[in-house]
């Protein structure tokens, strides 16, 4: 009956049980957390391997390039296996140099499986010699022709 009445056992009882509440509430909280963090990351790390999986699958062939009065002619055919592939940069350079002749920062449209297209590119010199063409896809996989 002593102890019933002391206000410092009281005291110690009700101390312990915040403590242990603000404990609990704290890892609580880190755990929500850490799993918000990881759930994210594992989004992003899937959404990046299925944007990889997805550039492997793309293949673009040239067919031929042809310079036709002052028109640069592309045609290339979509022979990978996945659909829209998107065209979305080119550049041209003359095959002795490095630094570009004229690039194309423009939606050139997308391929389906097995679809052909063309590329025309307006605007450039007569070449000395060949001409390369560089094709960027919307995916970030890269392709080269030339003349």
């Excluded at 049980?17 to 799993?35: D, E, P, R």
């Excluded at 592939?85 to 570009?100: E, F, K, L």
């Excluded at 690039?103 to 307006?122: A, C, E, P, V, W």
Aim: hydrophobic content about 40%; some cysteine.
């Amino acid at each position: 009956m002593k102890l019933a009445r002391n206000k410092r056992a009281e005291s110690a009882v009700i101390s312990n049980v915040i403590l242990a509440a603000a404990v609990i509430v704290v890892g609580l909280t880190a755990l929500m957390y850490s799993q918000y963090t990881s759930a994210n990351y594992q989004q992003q790390y899937s959404q990046n391997i299925n944007t990889n999986i997805q550039q492997m699958k793309e293949k673009i062939i040239f067919e031929y390039v042809v310079y036709d009065g002052g028109v640069l002619k592309a045609f290339i055919l979509n022979c990978g296996t996945i659909d829209n592939v998107t065209i979305n940069h080119v550049i041209v350079y003359t095959d002795d140099s490095d630094s570009p002749v004229k690039t194309y920062d423009q939606y050139f449209g997308s391929l389906d499986i097995n679809q052909r297209g063309t590329i025309q590119m307006s605007g450039l010199p007569a070449p000395l010699g060949r001409y390369r063409v560089e094709i960027d896809t919307w995916r970030g996989s890269h392709f080269v022709g030339y003349t």
